[in-house]
């Protein structure tokens, strides 16, 4: 039976009035019949779009509120609202703007559909970022407050029965202040999941409207995203310490040591940029000839790591217990030696400008702050190499075992591990040396490895690995120092060739940048994009302006 013909009834086409329909166009809302299909299409003035009539989209047109006999499919820009015909030719709305609804009903489909994708992928993902973040904090919650009871309970042992009373004093303090800092965390954690119930239920709500398709309620729809992209206020506590003195019977209560306050402050909340906020930096063409714009005089006898300060103020590290910061006239502005004595295996600028290095030989990462060395993290087991940091002030370290028959990336925050990455999804070992390190733009991880950069996304699943040129290669891609710019290019040193490689940030080699170059090693961009090398026999940083 034919379609169009069940229970007597034939639809017909609306243009042409005696053939049966085929088709519709959901843009003007009219059914069409085979004939008529092509001459609608000819006023190519209007987007139309034409479906077979089964497959057409029920539109759920409003009734007007003044004409309850006449459907709103017109839209006054001035007011604000969807409008019938009547009213349009009334004189209520006489001189506005008007528009087609069905236009309307897609520039705020799209919009409505960009604030729920800024909200699934964006925003509330960061909400799910901070709770994760609160909870690991209150994990390691229990440990902390675990090791300030045990130095306690160790010091009580010493002082046997004459300090008892101040033990229990002292430890009655420590759960004071667990319990505050407990009870803060947990407000914290309150107020985001608030937020973020807030958030399933608009993008629930958006949902159910797009779903519907209903034009009263998209027409009407209102956006919060602004709202929303100011994130909760993040606590921050500074655990308290438990200082020891030596043990003097008369004065017991003084040199047992006191705790410091418990610290608790509340920082504003990061703003998530908008999808149209975070744009693209403006386009840096490569120039075809690199020029060398400074060289400074480090003074070591071999040159390893260089890490850039300001666009004229540069930290080295060489073969020695000692790191410079130096300016582009090769002065010395700071000379600060390792904790340890060990030489430092690299370094890296903060974005708070602190400097960072690794000890290889005691297993440390020590953070320098006011001229003052703090060790954030020891290792056991395993070795830190090389370093970098993030955009989001994370560390980013490459290991490898006591061993040397594993190695792996480390993600660091303050001195907390957030994240291991040693193997594929096979589960095959993605690095086999694993040396420099540097995170790009897009938040890929990129490290000089083994005969090529292996490149893995914020996640640590495997991109690319960068084996190196074909053209004219002298000497093995065996790849040290690396760096990335803001336009998102990976550059490796190449020591044994003298040069420079560019690739894009997905591994396509761009260029080579040579400028006389002998054995280059460690690399760093600053903000304009200037280049850093550190060459290791000449003792040399080289600036190199190749954007």
């Avoid at 901070?130 to 010493?158: C, F, P, R, W």
């Avoid at 438990?242 to 004065?251: G, R, V």
């Avoid at 930096?281 to 390893?304: E, N, S």
Wanted: with cysteine; hydrophobic share 30%; aromatic share 6%.
């Amino acid at each position: 039976m034919d379609p169009f013909r069940r229970a007597q009834i034939i639809l017909l086409c609306d243009l042409c009035k005696t053939a049966h329909l085929q088709s519709h166009c959901e843009r003007c809302d009219i059914n069409l019949c085979q004939t008529c299909v092509g001459k609608h299409l000819s006023d190519s003035s209007i987007r139309h779009k034409v479906v077979l009539y089964k497959y057409r989209k029920s539109l759920n047109y409003s009734t007007c509120p003044d004409h309850a006999d006449e459907l709103c499919k017109h839209y006054c820009e001035k007011c604000d609202i969807p409008v019938c015909s009547t009213c349009v030719s009334s004189g209520k709305h006489k001189d506005h703007d008007m528009s087609d609804i069905l236009e309307k009903l897609s520039a705020k489909t799209e919009s409505l559909q960009k604030d729920l994708d800024e909200l699934e992928t964006r925003i509330y993902p960061r909400y799910e970022e901070m709770a994760s973040g609160v909870q690991t904090e209150k994990v390691e919650l229990e440990k902390n407050y675990g090791k300030l009871t045990t130095i306690a309970d160790q010091h009580g042992e010493l002082l046997h029965r004459e300090i008892t009373a101040i033990v229990n004093q002292r430890k009655s303090d420590i759960q004071e202040m667990k319990i505050k800092h407990l009870s803060t965390l947990n407000k914290n954690t309150e107020e985001i999941t608030q937020k973020m119930a807030e958030l399933k239920q608009i993008m629930s709500d958006l949902k159910s409207i797009l779903k519907s398709n209903d034009v009263s309620l998209t027409s009407t729809y209102k956006p919060r995203n602004s709202e929303f992209r100011t994130l909760p206020p993040k606590v921050r506590v500074t655990l308290p310490s438990l200082s020891a003195q030596k043990i003097n019977k008369d004065q017991l209560n003084e040199m047992f040591g006191s705790l410091t306050p418990l610290s608790i402050n509340t920082e504003h909340g990061d703003t998530v940029k908008s999808a149209e906020a975070v744009s693209s930096p403006p386009v840096k063409p490569l120039l075809d000839d690199p020029r060398l714009t400074a060289a400074i005089d480090t003074g070591y006898k071999y040159l390893y790591s260089v890490s850039c300060l300001s666009e004229d103020q540069v930290w080295t590290c060489g073969n020695n217990n000692t790191m410079k910061l130096l300016t582009l006239q090769s002065e010395l502005l700071i000379s600060i030696q390792t904790k340890s004595g060990n030489y430092p295996r690299d370094i890296a600028v903060t974005r708070d400008g602190d400097l960072v290095y690794t000890d290889y030989r005691d297993k440390t990462i020590n953070l320098i702050k006011n001229k003052q060395i703090q060790t954030v993290i020891t290792l056991q087991g395993w070795i830190p190499r090389y370093v970098c940091c993030t955009a989001a002030n994370d560390l980013l370290a490459t290991m490898a075992s006591d061993d040397y028959k594993q190695y792996k990336v480390l993600r660091y925050s303050g001195s907390t591990e957030k994240q291991s990455i040693q193997f594929d999804d096979q589960g095959r070992p993605l690095y086999s040396s694993g040396v420099y390190i540097s995170e790009n733009r897009n938040l890929d991880i990129c490290v000089a490895d083994t005969s090529a950069v292996v490149v893995v996304n914020q996640s640590g699943k495997l991109r690319f690995r960068y084996t190196g040129h074909p053209s004219n290669t002298k000497q093995s891609f065996d790849p040290r120092g690396i760096t990335t710019d803001s336009q998102s290019h990976i550059l490796t040193a190449d020591p044994h060739n003298h040069r420079i490689h560019i690739v894009d940030q997905d591994g396509q080699f761009l260029r080579y940048i040579h400028c006389h170059l002998r054995y280059p090693l460690g690399l760093c961009v600053d903000i304009r994009d200037n280049l850093f090398v550190a060459e290791r026999d000449t003792a040399k940083v080289k600036k190199i302006q190749y954007l």
